[in-house]
């Protein structure tokens, strides 16, 4: 059973650009959340997302943010007009349900030169 | 808000010494806490779980404890090895019904150094 997957490791953007980030859960999870670890900081939530659902965004930057995770496919986060702030891990992490253990994916490196 | 707060932020000890992370978190109503390791430029590997209901939990050389009435956990590894240098995270998850059910509020992370 393969593990949570995300795409692209690494990315670079230049300022103005859009990023999108990919996450596929675990076969069988139906619930997914996206974490930002910042430099120097902890990770923090961002979004909690069911199949076309978005359960909880109390953590996603009111602008330029926003989180699917449509009935086929991956869990997409996407990241309109990058600045040099928004450089930091995305790590994604799935359950089969909300109250279940959260396995995470290897993340996201964006970098917004 | 939950606060999650980790004591000591670095740590570097010589090989086969035991050792403790502790973990605090300002609300007790909490549905479990979970320790975690991140090594450099890596993602997150779960290493124990504890329910609320259970105050701890051993894998192997790790044992984690909670008190949860006190908001506090403890990570105890034992006979250190070189191999167990990274950052641990501890992450707090709130009760279903509350403002915090489903994520998990971390830590910033001790970072541990075992030096042969």
């Known amino acids: 059973n393969a593990g949570v997957m995300q795409n692209p490791r690494h990315l670079v953007r230049r300022r103005g650009q859009e990023a999108r980030l990919r996450c596929s859960p675990m076969k069988g999870h139906s619930h997914v959340y996206w974490y930002r670890q910042l430099p120097e900081e902890g990770l923090k939530f961002m979004v909690y997302l069911q199949k076309e659902n978005i359960i909880d965004e109390s953590g996603m930057p009111k602008e330029r943010f926003s989180a699917e995770f449509p009935k086929e496919g991956p869990s997409i986060l996407r990241i309109q007009q990058v600045v040099r702030g928004d450089s930091a891990a995305y790590f994604c992490a799935s359950s089969k349900r909300g109250s279940e253990t959260q396995y995470f994916g290897p993340g996201t490196r964006l970098l917004v030169l | 808000k939950q606060e999650v707060t980790q004591i000591p932020a670095a740590l570097s000890v010589p090989e086969g010494e035991n050792l403790v992370l502790n973990c605090s978190f300002t609300?007790?109503?909490?549905?479990?806490l979970q320790w975690f390791r991140q090594d450099p430029g890596k993602g997150l590997t779960s290493l124990l779980l504890i329910q609320s209901s259970q105050r701890e939990q051993t894998s192997g050389r790790l044992n984690a404890s909670l008190d949860k009435s006190s908001g506090r956990s403890t990570l105890y590894i034992a006979a250190s090895q070189p191999g167990d240098s990274a950052t641990y995270l501890c992450a707090v998850r709130g009760v279903a019904g509350g403002t915090s059910y489903g994520k998990l509020t971390f830590g910033q992370g001790t970072i541990l150094t075992v030096h042969p």
């Open positions: 609300d007790s109503a909490i549905y479990n």
